[in-house]
């Protein structure tokens, strides 16, 4: 039987993200995809010019209505969020339809770069923290991890200066007390304070001290430790050559993690094919001289992603 998720994430017009991003993924991966748009926009917020409707107030309809169709998913992916309240509307629908068997994804859509998004407050973090607490996997960046965490971004990068080692183990040890305060403090039973959640901290930036060359490099860990690692050095696609960061990766690199996983491959494989995924779909539109806000030419790339083009599951670590 087909499986099927929720992607909860807005529909923008222009930049190849959130809910384009992740029926198109889900799509090739052999997934069915339920939207939900959490807010509706002309294009993603990087553009200069736009406009946003708030959808919060929809979300408990599509709550209600897809209760009484008797429907049920096999994964549940979170993103873009409108509004704080949102995030309440959202935690409504993981009541219902979060179940055991279910596997929630969140993907906490927050900042970049260090810095929040200027649409975003300390409100909305607040909110997005109560989602992140109830995730089976969470996606955040850098930043993300450090807003969600009350960590100061600056203050990693200066103490760990581009040694990944060292920064592997400030996020663990930061995650540690932040989940070790949660399960103190939790009245939810349903967040996940044991070591069930893997959190997969995204784009770091690093330093090849081998070649000499920046790259981007994703951590994957639990409470138990750091299970994983994957760089975009592998994959022919180094950070010094790509510049800055494109509209829509990290939707689609958390589209193909939680397809990947509902398709009963492991979590380190499923981040190996989104790196190189990404990787090359970034080359192509490096080289094409693409405004970062038009999103990444991932379209040509979906063959990897086919059931019968997935490499099989390796033993060892991540490249």
């Given at each position: 039987m087909q499986k099927k998720i929720a992607a909860i994430n807005d529909l923008s017009g222009l930049g190849k993200c959130s809910l384009y991003a992740d029926i198109s993924i889900a799509?090739?991966?052999?997934?069915?995809?339920?939207?939900?748009?959490?807010?509706?926009?002309?294009?993603?917020?990087?553009?200069?010019?736009?406009?946003?409707?708030?959808?919060?107030?929809?979300?408990?309809?599509?709550?209600e209505k897809w209760s009484n169709l008797g429907l049920s998913f096999q994964g549940i992916l979170s993103g873009f969020?409108?509004?704080?309240?949102?995030?309440?509307?959202?935690?409504?629908?993981?009541?219902?339809?979060?179940?055991?068997?279910?596997?929630?994804?969140?993907?906490?859509?927050?900042?970049?770069?260090?810095?929040?998004?200027?649409?975003?407050?300390?409100?909305?973090?607040?909110?997005?923290?109560?989602?992140?607490?109830?995730?089976?996997?969470?996606?955040?960046?850098?930043?993300?991890?450090?807003?969600?965490?009350?960590a100061s971004y600056e203050e990693l990068l200066r103490q760990t200066a581009g040694d990944t080692e060292a920064l592997a183990e400030e996020l663990l040890s930061i995650y540690r007390h932040a989940r070790s305060a949660e399960a103190v403090s939790a009245t939810d039973d349903r967040s996940s304070t044991d070591e069930a959640q893997t959190v997969i901290v995204t784009g770091i930036p690093s330093l090849n001290r081998s070649t000499g060359k920046k790259e981007m490099v994703n951590l994957i860990l639990n409470q138990s430790g750091i299970i994983g690692r994957s760089s975009t050095r592998r994959h022919g696609a180094e950070v010094s050559e790509q510049g800055t960061s494109f509209s829509g990766t990290g939707d689609l690199f958390a589209a193909i993690v939680l397809c990947d996983l509902l398709r009963g491959r492991k979590i380190e494989d499923a981040v190996r094919l989104a790196t190189a995924f990404l990787s090359r779909s970034v080359a192509d539109t490096v080289r094409e001289e693409t405004d970062r806000n038009g999103g990444i030419h991932f379209e040509t790339h979906l063959s990897m992603l086919l059931p019968e083009a997935v490499p099989p599951t390796r033993p060892g670590d991540l490249p």
């Open positions: 799509s090739a991966m052999g997934i069915e995809v339920c939207s939900l748009p959490s807010a509706i926009l002309t294009s993603q917020t990087g553009y200069r010019d736009y406009c946003c409707t708030d959808f919060t107030y929809q979300i408990s309809t599509y709550t969020l409108a509004s704080s309240d949102a995030a309440d509307e959202v935690c409504e629908f993981l009541e219902r339809f979060h179940s055991k068997g279910t596997l929630y994804l969140c993907d906490p859509v927050l900042g970049d770069n260090g810095n929040c998004f200027f649409t975003f407050g300390e409100r909305q973090t607040a909110a997005m923290r109560k989602l992140a607490a109830r995730a089976d996997i969470l996606t955040p960046n850098l930043t993300e991890f450090c807003l969600l965490y009350q």
